[in-house]
T-cell receptor, first 118, second 111 residues
Framework: GAVVSQHPSRVICKSGTSVKIECRSLDFQATTMFWYRQFPKQSLMLMATSNEGSKATYEQGVEKDKFLINHASLTLSTLTVTSAHPEDSSFYIC??????????????FGAGTRLSVL | SQQGEEDPQALSIQEGENATMNCSYKTSINNLQWYRQNSGRGLVHLILIRSNEREKHSGRLRVTLDTSKKSSSLLITASRAADTASYFCATDVYNFNKFYFGSGTKLNVKP
């Protein structure tokens, strides 16, 4: 099946630093990728929709200058948490959609990144 | 949640019993999907049901969809301890090309 690689799986950083998370589709081209945030024991909250070659579409309440998303190729999207603060600590998950064939509309998820800001 | 709710929030059953989880959503959809998440991990796709379908089966999984009530259910038959996980429904929102997740049901299957 389709594989999405997310890196790093865990990151601990000091307050004020920026952290970049990568999401790669390994064996398919993903025209659309999604970034989610998940708080402990809660559901996934959609942060933004990332389309290759265009600006990301952010959900209401998500600061685009805080969470920079770049989707430079059909296999890579990155999320940069800028000037991270303790309240940004969370589990971030990406997903990618293979827009072709029978798997169309199915999201394939990365394993997630646990961010801890000290 | 952004799109809908699931109930129950938590479910504890014995191995061999059936588990039923329900999902309600708010807007028109293209399809509805169910995912599973083991603690602290990414999500795994289980099954997709399109808006024009009413029922779908995959192995021990049975999904129903009632678009008039904006609800879906996931039935896991003959549960196993390995089914212990959180289960989420996700809706592919019509015309918006994005997915919203329900609040999730945490299933515990006791051996």
């Amino acid at each position: 099946g389709a594989v999405v690689s997310q890196h790093p799986s865990r990151v601990i950083c000091k307050s004020g630093t920026s952290v970049k998370i990568e999401c790669r589709s390994l064996d398919f081209q993903a025209t659309t990728m999604f970034w989610y945030r998940q708080f402990p024991k809660q559901s996934l909250m959609l942060m933004a929709t990332s389309n290759e070659g265009s600006k990301a579409t952010y959900e209401q309440g998500v600061e685009k200058d805080k969470f920079l998303i770049n989707h430079a190729s059909l296999t890579l999207s990155t999320l940069t948490v800028t000037s991270a603060h303790p309240e940004d600590s969370s589990f971030y998950i990406c997903s990618a959609v293979d827009g072709t064939g029978v798997a169309k509309n199915i999201q394939y998820f990365g394993a997630g990144t646990r961010l801890s800001v000290l | 949640s952004q799109q809908g709710e699931e109930d129950p929030q938590a479910l504890s059953i014995q191995e061999g019993e059936n588990a039923t989880m329900n999902c309600s959503y708010k807007t028109s959809i293209n399809n509805l999907q169910w995912y599973r998440q083991n603690s602290g991990r990414g999500l795994v796709h289980l099954i997709l049901i399109r808006s024009n379908e009413r029922e779908k089966h995959s192995g021990r999984l049975r999904v129903t969809l009632d678009t008039s009530k904006k609800s879906s259910s996931l039935l896991i038959t003959a549960s196993r301890a390995a089914d212990t996980a959180s289960y989420f429904c996700a809706t592919d929102v019509y015309n918006f090309n994005k997915f919203y997740f329900g609040s999730g049901t945490k299933l515990n299957v006791k051996p």
